[in-house]
Every structure is written in C-alpha cells, then in structure tokens.
C-alpha cells in the first residue's frame, strides 16, 4: 500500500490508443465512420416496424448500441485529453470533428424512434422478446416513451445536423476557455502569483481566511471577463431547447429533464416542498459555523474551509491515499481492492499543474470496461473526499461492465448515488481510524453539517434558477447582468 502513492500521478490512456492520431486511432476512426453512415443507410431504407421486418430492426437495434459504445470509447479518449491539457490543438481539432459522428449517430437513434414509435404493442412485444435484446428492455421501454415526441423525420435530422455547429459547440468552447483561463492570487504576504482556475476551489478551502478571500474575489474578476460569453452560451442552448421541446410536443420545459432523469414531476415537487419546510435546518448549520469562526455570517469561500478551532495543516497526496485506502478497506474490501487498482494500472489523473480543465470528473469505456477518473490534488480534506466521490462513479462502472452496452446507461439520479455512497464509506472509515487526528475528526464532522447546506440550500437554489432562467429564456435572451441578478435573487431566497 505504501507504494500507491509513489506511482505516477498522470492517467495512462495506452488502452485506449497508443497515440492521439496514430495509426490505431485512424483507423478505429475511419472504421467507426463508415459503419456509422452503412447503419444509417440500412435503417432509413427500412419500411416501419411490422410483422415481416422485426429482425431487420433487431439488427439495427444491435447496431446502434455497439456504434453507440464506440463513439463512446473515442468520445471518452478525447475528452481525456483535452482535460489533462487545455492547449492541445490537436485533441480539440479531433473534438470538434467527432460532433458529425454524434449526429449521424443522433440521426440512426432517429429511425429507431421512428420504428418504435408507429407500430402496434404486439409487434413491439415481439421485438423486445428478442433472444438478442436480453436485458435491453428497459432502455427499449423508454425509446418508446421517448418517440411519442418526436418531430418529422426530415425535421430531426436537420436537427442533428444544426447540433454540430449548435448546442454542441457551446459546450466546446466553455470547457476549451476554461481549460485555459488562470487569475491573479494575491496573497496576504503581498506575493502575486498566476493561478490555473482549475486550482482555485481548493484555494478556498485554504484554513487561512484571507487566502480564501483573495482567491474568491480575484477568480470573480477573470469569470467576470467572460461573461457576456458565457451568457452567449446559456441563452442559446436554453433557445435551442424551448424550440425543439415545442416542435416536440413538450411545451413544459421541464418534461424532457424529467424524462431523462427517470422522476416524475410529482416527486421533484413533493422533495422539494420537503427540503422548503425544513430551510431552518441547514441555516442553523449555518449559524453555528459563523459563530465557530467567529464572523457575523458565512461568506461564500467560507462554506468549505475548515473550522479555526484546530485548522488543518496541508494534506499531502501521499497521505490523502493511504486515508481514503484505510476506509474503503474497512468498510468495504471490495471497493478498496479495486481502488488499489485504480492506481497500479494509471487510470486517475491528479497531478497539479496549468493547463488542466477545473472540476472532477470519472469516464469510461464499455468497450474496455475500464474507467478513468480526473482530478486536481490540492493538499486538501475537502480533495481526498472529492478522491473517493469519482472513485465511487468509478466502481459504480465497474460493477455493471458486463451488462450489455445499454444497460449500462444510467441517468443523473442514479450515477450520483453510487458517488455519494463512496464518500460516506470513507468518512465512516475515517471516523473508525484510530489513527484520525482529531483536527481531521473535527473536520469531518463539520463537513457532514456542511452538507446540509450544499444539498438542501445550494442546490435546491440551482434548481430554482434554471427552471425560472428557462420561464424568463421564453420570452427573450438575459444579459449577463440580468443572469447575476437573478442568482442573487435566488440565493437570497434561501
């Protein structure tokens, strides 16, 4: 165990490809491209799912689900690289080019909404009781929800089509700027110094309250730069969603989110109406971590610092993996087996450095079955935590790597399951530690009651932006004053 820590801190992504743009790539490219169109070709050919062509379907739907798990495996390679290096012209090149392969595949998922949606619930049955589809019923169920709204044919393959340079390419030019972006640190000793955004959140974490104040406040400065960009980028893609969702037959925006995300509106509301009723809760969190800091009220770089009565000292990377291995293996071998081998085949990414994309993240492939997890190791608590949350997505996918490529679709409700349930394996494996410092101990706890106000005020609150971000959207663009104004409305709600 000792040596986990001593292994490179950088991702190997050798199983993917040996190279960006190597001969393996090309051709895994090349090959994926024209199986793409030949599919496309053969299911636009095809007369409506009826008694004589059910077969001709089910080779279709096989088709989609092993094209959909290569264009994943490439999709996932790209995105790796393009995080772990922000200025890598080629991978975004390559990125960019990928987006044609994502709507032809958009288009092919078309005629299967297409056979799904115009035949009868006997025919239907027949298909889905395809030897071939074992285990695919659900994700066929829900294509056939799915194609009750859905518009012309013609209309969703323009709508493919217009993804490429559309909705999709916002996407690229947020992670590519902010892959890039860095701020000025000023720090209390009067040091300025250039800090990649990607470090910035562990910044605030800092014991120091001035660290956290000058790192808030300067990384203000640089997202304040952007955003009439990012404005740009928000009121496009929620344009782009009202039109599709009135063409579609779905005039609630909130229909499709609900859809995808396997809830009812009902339930949404019901937990919400749930988490209102008990607002005094977290607040009271709230209340008792100003007075342990002894400040007025909590600011916004405060939620996640330590408490001053015993302040953490820096936790190195080595320590954080020896911490997060003696939980998970004490509560849970299993996890701890595989953590440990997380490490000794290369597959997380934590080194600090400029240039990395900001924030988390775990990937994979279904063709591999292995995952990756991406991440920057700020000598921080709050980071071994963030550690164990990826690695729990990660076993997550493991655990479910030999189901069919559909089955292993899973929405957002779900994928934040298995994460979350990770990060309370390592604090009870923390707290079960004789070797826990009680400053560490301390700390833990606090982030417990810390959670209470990141899960039943802050995201209750994003919740409540978007959906009155999209009701505004309706009736015309928001500037970017007018989206920080509603944000702090909404904060202030809470």
């Given at each position: 165990?000792?040596?986990?820590?001593?292994?490179p801190?950088?991702?190997d992504?050798?199983?993917?490809f040996?190279?960006?743009?190597?001969?393996e790539?090309?051709a895994?490219?090349?090959?994926l491209?024209a199986?793409?169109?030949?599919?496309?070709?053969a299911?636009a050919?095809?007369?409506?799912l009826?008694?004589a062509?059910v077969?001709?379907?089910?080779?279709q739907?096989?088709?989609?689900?092993?094209?959909s798990?290569?264009?994943?495996?490439l999709s996932?390679?790209?995105?790796n690289?393009?995080a772990?290096?922000a200025?890598?012209?080629?991978a975004?090149?390559?990125s960019?080019?990928?987006a044609?392969?994502a709507?032809?595949l958009?288009?092919?998922?078309?005629?299967?909404?297409?056979?799904?949606?115009?035949?009868n619930?006997?025919?239907?049955?027949?298909?889905?009781?395809?030897p071939?589809?074992?285990?695919a019923?659900?994700?066929?169920?829900?294509?056939r929800?799915?194609?009750?709204?859905?518009m012309?044919?013609?209309?969703?393959?323009?709508a493919?089509?217009l993804?490429?340079?559309?909705?999709?390419?916002?996407?690229?030019?947020?992670?590519n700027?902010?892959?890039?972006?860095?701020?000025?640190?000023h720090w209390?000793?009067?040091?300025?110094?250039?800090?990649?955004?990607?470090?910035?959140r562990a910044?605030m974490?800092n014991?120091?309250?001035?660290?956290?104040a000058?790192?808030?406040?300067?990384?203000n400065?640089?997202w304040?730069?952007?955003?009439?960009?990012?404005?740009?980028a928000?009121n496009?893609?929620?344009g782009?969603?009202h039109?599709f969702?009135?063409?579609r037959?779905?005039?609630?925006f909130?229909t499709r989110?609900?859809f995808?995300?396997?809830?009812s509106?009902?339930?949404?509301d019901?937990?919400?109406r749930a988490?209102?009723?008990?607002h005094?809760?977290?607040?009271?969190?709230?209340?008792?971590?100003?007075k342990?800091?002894?400040t007025?009220?909590?600011a916004?770089?405060d939620?996640?610092?330590p408490?001053?009565?015993?302040?953490?000292?820096?936790l190195?990377?080595?320590?954080?993996v020896?911490?997060?291995?003696?939980?998970?293996?004490?509560?849970?071998?299993?996890?701890?087996?595989?953590?440990?081998?997380?490490?000794?085949?290369r597959?997380?990414e934590?080194?600090?450095?400029a240039n990395?994309?900001?924030?988390?993240?775990?990937?994979?492939s279904?063709l591999t079955?292995?995952?990756?997890?991406f991440?920057t190791?700020?000598?921080?608590?709050?980071?071994?935590?963030?550690?164990?949350?990826e690695i729990?997505?990660?076993?997550?996918?493991h655990?479910?790597?030999?189901l069919?490529?559909?089955?292993?679709?899973?929405?957002?409700t779900?994928?934040e399951t298995?994460?979350?349930?990770a990060?309370?394996?390592?604090?009870?494996?923390?707290?079960q530690?004789?070797?826990l410092?009680?400053?560490?101990?301390s700390f833990l706890?606090?982030?417990?009651?810390?959670?209470?106000?990141?899960?039943l005020?802050?995201?209750?609150?994003?919740?409540?932006?978007?959906?009155?971000?999209?009701?505004?959207?309706?009736n015309?663009?928001?500037?970017?004053k007018?989206?920080c104004?509603l944000?702090t409305?909404?904060?202030?709600?809470?």
């Amino acid at each position: 165990m000792s040596n986990l820590a001593d292994l490179p801190r950088t991702w190997d992504l050798t199983s993917y490809f040996p190279s960006l743009n190597g001969p393996e790539y090309q051709a895994f490219k090349t090959a994926l491209h024209a199986d793409l169109r030949a599919a496309l070709a053969a299911a636009a050919a095809l007369a409506g799912l009826d008694s004589a062509n059910v077969s001709l379907w089910v080779e279709q739907f096989l088709a989609h689900e092993q094209l959909s798990a290569r264009l994943g495996h490439l999709s996932s390679y790209l995105g790796n690289v393009n995080a772990a290096d922000a200025d890598n012209d080629a991978a975004k090149r390559e990125s960019a080019a990928l987006a044609p392969a994502a709507a032809t595949l958009s288009k092919h998922r078309g005629e299967l909404l297409r056979a799904a949606g115009a035949t009868n619930d006997a025919i239907w049955s027949t298909l889905t009781a395809a030897p071939a589809l074992a285990g695919a019923q659900h994700t066929l169920n829900h294509l056939r929800a799915e194609a009750r709204h859905r518009m012309s044919r013609a209309e969703e393959a323009l709508a493919a089509d217009l993804g490429v340079d559309g909705i999709s390419a916002w996407g690229r030019l947020y992670e590519n700027l902010t892959g890039q972006l860095s701020f000025e640190m000023h720090w209390p000793d009067g040091r300025h110094e250039t800090i990649p955004m990607a470090q910035r959140r562990a910044l605030m974490a800092n014991p120091d309250r001035a660290v956290r104040a000058a790192a808030f406040r300067q990384g203000n400065l640089v997202w304040a730069q952007h955003g009439e960009t990012f404005a740009a980028a928000l009121n496009a893609i929620a344009g782009t969603r009202h039109t599709f969702y009135a063409r579609r037959g779905q005039p609630d925006f909130l229909t499709r989110p609900y859809f995808d995300a396997a809830v009812s509106a009902q339930t949404i509301d019901a937990m919400f109406r749930a988490i209102a009723a008990n607002h005094e809760l977290p607040r009271q969190a709230l209340r008792i971590g100003a007075k342990l800091q002894g400040t007025p009220a909590l600011a916004f770089y405060d939620l996640e610092a330590p408490r001053p009565l015993d302040p953490l000292p820096p936790l190195p990377w080595a320590e954080a993996v020896i911490l997060v291995d003696r939980a998970f293996q004490s509560s849970y071998p299993a996890l701890g087996a595989y953590y440990r081998d997380c490490f000794t085949r290369r597959w997380i990414e934590s080194e600090k450095r400029a240039n990395k994309r900001s924030g988390a993240y775990c990937t994979g492939s279904a063709l591999t079955g292995e995952q990756r997890v991406f991440m920057t190791y700020a000598d921080t608590m709050h980071d071994a935590n963030t550690l164990a949350h990826e690695i729990g997505h990660a076993w997550h996918s493991h655990v479910i790597k030999d189901l069919r490529p559909s089955a292993q679709d899973y929405p957002m409700t779900l994928a934040e399951t298995a994460s979350t349930f990770a990060e309370k394996i390592f604090l009870h494996g923390m707290l079960q530690d004789p070797n826990l410092t009680e400053s560490q101990r301390s700390f833990l706890l606090d982030q417990e009651c810390g959670n209470a106000a990141s899960y039943l005020l802050n995201i209750a609150m994003r919740y409540e932006f978007e959906k009155e971000f999209y009701t505004r959207r309706r009736n015309g663009e928001l500037s970017a004053k007018e989206l920080c104004e509603l944000m702090t409305r909404m904060q202030r709600n809470v």
